[in-house]
T-cell receptor, first 116, second 110 residues
Framework: GAVVSQHPSWVICKSGTSVKIECRSL??????MFWYRQFPKQSLMLMAT?????????EQGVEKDKFLINHASLTLSTLTVTSAHPEDSSFYIC????????????FGPGTRLTVL | TQLLEQSPQFLSIQEGENLTVYCNSSSVFSSLQWYRQEPGEGPVLLVT?????EVKKLKRLTFQFGDARKDSSLHITAAQPGDTGLYLC??????????FGPGTRLSVLP
C-alpha cells in the first residue's frame, strides 16, 4: 500500500514553455501533498504544501505564480512550471500523506525536468 | 526555524562493516522518519519512530529515537552494497510540518 506515482518521469522542454507534472496517490486518499525540488547531491527542498480543495502554501522564496499547484482531488495534485527557464531544470518529487498516516510521507519516483 | 543535522555527510565503507548515522536537532519532534533514496528515484520510507527512546529493527537496520525526541540514529550491521544510497531523516512536528536533514550519502564497496 501507500503507492504514489508521478508523470512524466522525465521531460525536456524549450525555454518559455510550461510543463505540468502529475502526482497521484494510487491506493489511499491523500489529504496533503507536498512538492519538493532536489538538486544533484543535495537533500530535498520543500516548495509547497497543498491540502485537497485549498490553495497551496508556498515556502519562502518559491514563486507561486511560476510554480502553480492544484490539488483538486484526494488522489491528484499537479505542479505546473510556467514559462520554464534553464535554471528551473531539476528533479521534482511529490509526496503524499493521508489522515491514516498523517505523520508519514510517501514519495513519488520523481520527475526529471530539463529546460533547454 | 527547525533544523536537522545529519552526520556524517559522506561515508564509504567495505562490505560487512557496521556503521551508524546520526540525526540531531535542538527541536522536539512528534515523530521522525528515515528514508533511503537511490539516484534518480524518490525517497523510500524505512521507518517512523514516535516514542522517545523507541528502538525499531528492520532486518540489519536498527533505528533509535532519542529520549527527548530531538535526535535519532540509524545503525546498519554488516553493510551490503545494496545499502548504498542517500539516507535522509525527517522530523515532523505536531502540525504536520516536516523538516528534512541534509542526508548521509553511504557507499558500500564490495
Amino acid at each position: 500500500g501507500a503507492v504514489v506515482s508521478q508523470h512524466p518521469s522525465w521531460v525536456i522542454c524549450k525555454s518559455g514553455t510550461s510543463v505540468k507534472i502529475e502526482c497521484r496517490s494510487l491506493d489511499f486518499q491523500a489529504t496533503t501533498m507536498f512538492w519538493y525540488r532536489q538538486f544533484p547531491k543535495q537533500s530535498l527542498m520543500l516548495m509547497a504544501t497543498s491540502n485537497e480543495g485549498s490553495k497551496a502554501t508556498y515556502e519562502q522564496g518559491v514563486e507561486k505564480d511560476k510554480f502553480l499547484i492544484n490539488h483538486a482531488s484526494l488522489t491528484l495534485s499537479t505542479l505546473t512550471v510556467t514559462s520554464a527557464h534553464p535554471e528551473d531544470s531539476s528533479f521534482y518529487i511529490c509526496s503524499a500523506s493521508g489522515d491514516w498516516n498523517y505523520n508519514e510521507q510517501f514519495f513519488g519516483p520523481g520527475t526529471r525536468l530539463t529546460v533547454l | 526555524t527547525q533544523l536537522l543535522e545529519q552526520s556524517p555527510q559522506f561515508l564509504s565503507i567495505q562490505e560487512g562493516e557496521n556503521l551508524t548515522v546520526y540525526c540531531n536537532s535542538s527541536s522536539v519532534f512528534s515523530s521522525l522518519q528515515w528514508y533511503r533514496q537511490e539516484p534518480g528515484e524518490g525517497p523510500v520510507l524505512l521507518v517512523t519512530v514516535v516514542t522517545g527512546g523507541e528502538v525499531k529493527k528492520l532486518k540489519r537496520l536498527t533505528f533509535q529515537f532519542g529520549d527527548a525526541r530531538k535526535d535519532s540514529s540509524l545503525h546498519i550491521t554488516a553493510a551490503q552494497p545494496g545499502d548504498t544510497g542517500l539516507y535522509l531523516c525527517a522530523g515532523e512536528d505536531y502540525g504536520q510540518n516536516f523538516v528534512f536533514g541534509p542526508g548521509t550519502r553511504l557507499s558500500v564497496l564490495p
